[in-house]
């Protein structure tokens, strides 16, 4: 799944886990000052901040783009040399633009969580009748949000592009490995359903997955300082009291109580969901030999190995009962957990309208990035059971022993399929 795709993939993810940590570390210990032998200097502490589109080209932030180019172009060059790949272009490259384009995003989203707190005590001054204005500056007020989402949104529509191109490039390397090593891989159960189905639905599903918690990285590391910034406003939380970091304490110990429950409600999940795959697969290969066999899929057989299916899902939907009750009730109460922690700081009139906005807004972004694994379980579940059966060629090719189902099946085509 990944050695057709990148090259030498354990040293290759070691080595760009590595890399990305140097390259963060230096940044914040030095790296931003440099930009300032080109011109393009971090920004003045304690100025007030870029409210709107301007931001985005701001000199701090063209400074970040040549930076993380340059640190791009280090890490493509240096894997070119040492270990050429036909897909490294992809891999290396384009893997680059789409982590871009997905942080550029999310700074997107930092720039309205910073526009909303203005707008909104603007929006306060006026319908408390303490603040004046004119029409044209309540529409140009609007006027920068538009402008953000537009931009935003743009990006979001190429990116979305460029993925799905990239994640078919996954899936087209990952087919021709396998078809180039069919005479070894023919008769494992599903094989063609493998190749064919399998690898579409890895790929599919790491699309989804993929952009998800890479965003769901990006997002936590951006919003948490705004979060810190946002968070002297806050006084105390409810039944703790005044505590260091209130809001920081709250998500981390709110998510982890909704990762954990969730995580425990859905442990049987990917075993079961393994065991679908297998009477599926057993009742399609039946079905088959039927189209060429007069005497296979018999009523008889076919009834028993669909009771089979049957069985499993029904277990399966079962099971499914106290997770959806763990996980939906969790998400409900996530929808007022912000307002709960905030009450007492409303209730003593220390949080304007604006600064609610931008607490509410950040603080769902940063929960939001925190319970990936529970809003994605359910997709996680279905990528184990794809991956094991992935695994089982990559088994075969690499000479280790194939899962029990595999060796019955071996076993059984000996006497049935002499080729």
């Known amino acids: 799944m990944f050695v057709s795709f990148f090259p030498q993939p354990k040293l290759f993810f070691t080595s760009a ?47 970040f783009y040549i930076y993380f180019a340059a640190c791009v172009a280090i890490f493509y060059a ?36 910073a526009w909303y707190g203005p707008f909104f005590d603007y929006v306060q001054g006026l319908m408390s009748g303490t603040g004046q204005s004119t ?61 064919q189905e399998d690898t579409m639905r890895f790929s599919q599903i790491m699309e989804d997955l993929g952009s998800s918690f890479v965003q769901s990285i ?19 939380l409810p039944i703790v009291g005044a505590i260091p970091q209130p809001l920081v304490v709250a998500a981390l110990a709110w998510c982890l109580f909704g990762t954990v429950s969730v995580m425990l409600a859905g442990l049987k999940l990917p075993g079961l969901q393994f ?42 939907y079962f099971h499914y009962i106290y997770f959806n009750v763990v996980r939906y009730t969790y998400l409900q109460a996530d929808n007022i957990f912000s307002l709960l922690i905030l009450g007492p700081s409303l209730v003593a009139h220390k949080i304007t309208f604006g600064a609610l906005n931008q607490i509410s807004n950040a603080f769902g972004k940063v929960t939001g990035s925190l319970q990936f694994l529970l809003t994605s379980w359910s997709t996680i579940v279905e990528l ?8 089982a060629f990559e088994a075969t090719l690499q000479g280790e022993p194939l899962p029990d189902i595999d060796q019955r099946y071996l076993a059984r085509q000996g006497a049935e399929d002499p080729a």
């Open 384 to 391: 184990q059971s794809v991956h094991k059966r992935l695994r």
């Open 17 to 63: 886990a590595v890399w990305s940590l140097a390259g963060i570390l230096f940044w914040f210990f030095g790296g931003e000052q440099l930009g300032a032998l080109i011109g393009l200097p971090p920004a003045v502490a304690g100025a007030p901040p870029i409210i709107g589109i301007a931001v985005l080209w701001s000199k701090p932030f063209l400074w």
């Open 218 to 236: 990006m997002t936590l590391i951006a919003f948490l300082p705004v979060m810190i910034q946002l968070q002297a406003h806050i006084s105390e």
């Open 275 to 316: 065991r679908n795959q297998r009477v599926e697969a057993a009742y399609r290969k039946e079905l088959v030999y039927g189209e060429d066999h007069p005497d296979r899929a018999q009523p008889a057989t076919t009834a028993e190995l669909f009771a089979n299916v049957r069985h499993n899902y029904f277990r399966l």
């Open 78 to 113: 240096f894997w070119s040399w040492y270990a050429p790949h036909p897909w490294q272009n992809w891999s290396i490259l384009m893997t680059a633009v789409i982590l871009f384009f997905i942080y550029f995003n999310v700074q997107v989203s930092v720039a309205v969580n």
């Open 135 to 195: 029409d044209s500056e309540f529409y140009i007020g609007l006027a920068d949000f538009s402008w953000l989402a537009l931009v935003g949104m743009n990006v979001q529509v190429v990116n979305a592009f460029i993925v799905s191109h990239w994640i078919f490039r996954w899936r087209t390397a990952m087919n021709n490995y396998f078809i180039e090593n069919w005479s070894r891989l023919r008769h494992i159960e599903g094989a063609s359903q493998r190749i």
